[in-house]
């Protein structure tokens, strides 16, 4: 942003609401911003924040892929234990009050441990 001036609070709000559109920034640039010289320097500021914003999204979005694709990894994880380890080598997914990734993996680990003092 340029120092010499301050968007409107109303206009970063429409932004920030989701009015992303060339045209939705025009307007919002010709009705809160004075000079032509302010509105351009408007206009970059809103599509520098959108281009953020967009790319904040993909981000969450990948994290959040990544994170479906580790608690499915720990699953098939979860059903080798259960299949190869003895009775009860492993807490039920039930008992625990909020699991975590963590959590579950430590449980596995248990499990995994189990396993390898009946095969030894």
Known sequence: MTDDWTPHPMAMQQLAG???TKSAIDEMARVWVDTPAQQTAFKADCWALVRRTEGEVREL?????NLAEAWAALRMIREAI???GPVGS???MEHASSPTLMYEAAILVQGIRAIARGKT
């Open 61 to 65: 979005q990948a994290l959040r892929g």
């Open 18 to 20: 989701g009015t992303t």
């Open 82 to 84: 259960e299949t190869l």
């Open 90 to 92: 492993l807490q039920a």
